[in-house]
């Protein structure tokens, strides 16, 4: 059974950091791609970056670019999504993704599995 459990999400002030990290567990996770996106209320799931499984590849959307950092760690099995400047409407639920594919894809529906999301607020 593929699970992918997200934490480090919470309460920040705007300008401030936040770490996510996503542990899959039941794949064999470098095989896979990863990603991150998020969803505000009343919004559609929104991608924010992705890389592949050798870490030679990223992806960011461009709300996020340079702000944002997407890493893996192969041998920890893990992925982090480093946040930083951020902004009110960053707040959002953030959920990590796991794709087969070798390809990194910013599209939702590429994905295979699925975290349960871990909440992010920014305070102005």
């Known amino acids: 059974q593929v699970q992918l459990v997200e934490s480090g999400g919470g309460l920040v002030q705007a300008g401030g950091s936040l770490r996510l990290s996503c542990a899959p567990s039941g794949l064999t996770f470098n095989t896979y791609a990863m990603g991150w996106f998020r969803q505000a209320p009343g919004e559609e799931r929104e991608f924010l970056s992705a890389?592949?499984?050798?870490?030679?590849?990223?992806l960011y959307a461009d709300s996020v670019k340079g702000r944002f950092t997407i890493s893996r760690d192969n041998a920890k099995n893990t992925v982090y999504l480093q946040m930083n400047s951020l902004k009110p409407e960053d707040t959002a639920v953030y959920y990590c993704a796991a794709n087969r594919s070798p390809r990194i894809s910013s599209s939702w529906s590429t994905y295979d599995y699925w975290g349960q999301g871990t909440q992010v607020t920014v305070s102005s």
């Open positions: 890389i592949n499984w050798s870490r030679t590849n990223t």
